[in-house]
Structure formats: C-alpha cells, structure tokens
C-alpha cells in the first residue's frame, strides 16, 4: 500500500493564484519529510522538515510539518510559469535510508 | 560544484539486450542511490550505496538487476536481458553519510521496444 500519498494528483492554476499542495503519510516515526521538485528529470530539493508546526520559507514557497495530523502542506504563493513542475513528497523512515516517495502532484500554471 | 551526472540521458534498446546505466555522485558524498520513475508513479527505491559496506539490493525488481559502485565513487547499473516494463527514468542520487537530503541527477530515460 502506499505508505505517501499526495494530492491532488494534478492542478491547473492561472498565474497570480496561491497553491496548497497536500501529502498525507502513514509513517508514524519517521526522521523527516522532504519536499521536492521535478522539471524535466531531477528532482530538486525543495525543504526539508523535522519539527512540526514549524514554517519552512524560501521566496513564494513555504511548507509546514504537521505530526498529530501527520501530513504536510507545500504552499506557493503568486504562482508563475515557471513554478510548473511535479512535486514530490517523501518521508525518511527511522530504520533505513531509502526516501518513500509519493506519486507527486503535477502543476501546470498557465499564462 | 558539480552535481550528480547520468549516462546517458536516453537510451533505447530492444528486448533482450542487456543495458548499463552510469551515475558519477557529488564528490564526497559517500552514499549512492539508484531509483526507478515509471509514468506516472512515484520514485521507486532500487539500491543503495555507503561506502565500503555491502549494498542494500532489497529494492532491485528480479535478478536482471544489479548494480556496482567502483572505489566508492562511480556506479553503474545494469539491467540484463531487458524487458518492456522495464522502460521507465532511472535517477541516481547522492549524499553525505547519515544526509537525508538526496541530490539527484539528470537521470537517464530508458525505453525498451
């Protein structure tokens, strides 16, 4: 079963528009959740969380960890073309080192 | 710095032929992983390198895979007698020792016709 689970699978915005895109985990202990982002191939990192309930920000893009709910929101705020892209989620498991990924959310933000 | 590098960026190949992939890691990154992207679904763990110590293979599919990682750096990742679902994006990513954070390379596109 898929132990991350992202949505929505896909998203079409207009530029200007705010996102909030959700990963929800059934990991209970885990080291930490990371975020990403794929254009083309590489994924790109994106954040890294490890505290719940506290803000990571860099530019328009912000996420924010939650544990008791346990899911994360990644929030981009006054989208732009360029933000067009899968974004993936991952959750580092306490025993191991392989990320489990989610299928991702893909985002078209169009003109 | 340079990032991780894949060789090469696409390579289509005929069932039943055998195929090597290639990841140069960030220097000083001693960890070395290999996942699978088919469409539509997510990063598949494959393997995973740390340093001089016996791989993790629990992710590799069948025995057509295997991979290896030369004096610690350089790895290569061979897929024999290729099959049709075999056809997905294969990444490559690096890390420090103990890092969560991957970086991941270009990753290299395989169709198998």
């Known amino acids: 079963e898929d132990k991350v689970v992202q949505s929505p699978l896909s998203l079409v915005v207009h530029e200007g528009d705010t996102v909030t895109l959700n990963c929800s985990y059934e990991?209970?202990?885990?080291?930490?959740l990371l975020w990403y982002k794929q254009e083309k191939k590489a994924p790109t990192f994106l954040f890294m969380l490890?505290?719940?309930?506290i803000e990571k920000k860099s530019g328009r893009l912000s996420s924010i960890l939650d544990k008791k709910e346990l899911s994360s929101i990644l929030n981009i705020t006054a989208t732009q073309t360029g933000d067009s892209a899968i974004y993936l989620c991952?959750?580092?498991?306490?025993?191991?080192?392989?990320?489990?990924f989610g299928k991702g959310t893909s985002l078209l933000v169009t003109p | 710095g340079a990032g991780v590098s894949q060789s090469p960026s696409n390579k289509v190949t005929e069932k039943g032929k055998d195929v090597e992939l290639r990841c140069d890691p960030i220097?000083?990154?001693?960890?070395l992983y290999w996942y699978r992207q088919s469409l539509g679904q997510g990063l598949e763990f494959l393997i995973y390198?740390?340093?001089?110590?016996?791989?993790?293979k629990s992710g590799l599919p069948s025995d057509r895979f295997s991979a290896e990682r030369t004096g610690g750096s350089v790895s290569t990742l061979t897929i024999q007698r290729t099959q049709q679902e075999d056809s997905a994006v294969y990444l490559c990513?690096?890390?420090?020792?103990?890092?969560?954070?991957?970086?991941f390379g270009p990753g290299t596109r395989l169709l198998v016709l």
């Open positions: 220097s000083g990154h001693t960890a």
């Open positions: 990513a690096s890390s420090l020792v103990g890092g969560p954070t991957q970086y």
């Open positions: 490890t505290s719940s309930g």
């Open positions: 390198f740390q340093g001089n110590s016996a791989p993790d």
């Open positions: 990991v209970t202990n885990f080291r930490s």
């Open positions: 991952a959750v580092e498991p306490l025993s191991g080192y392989a990320l489990n």
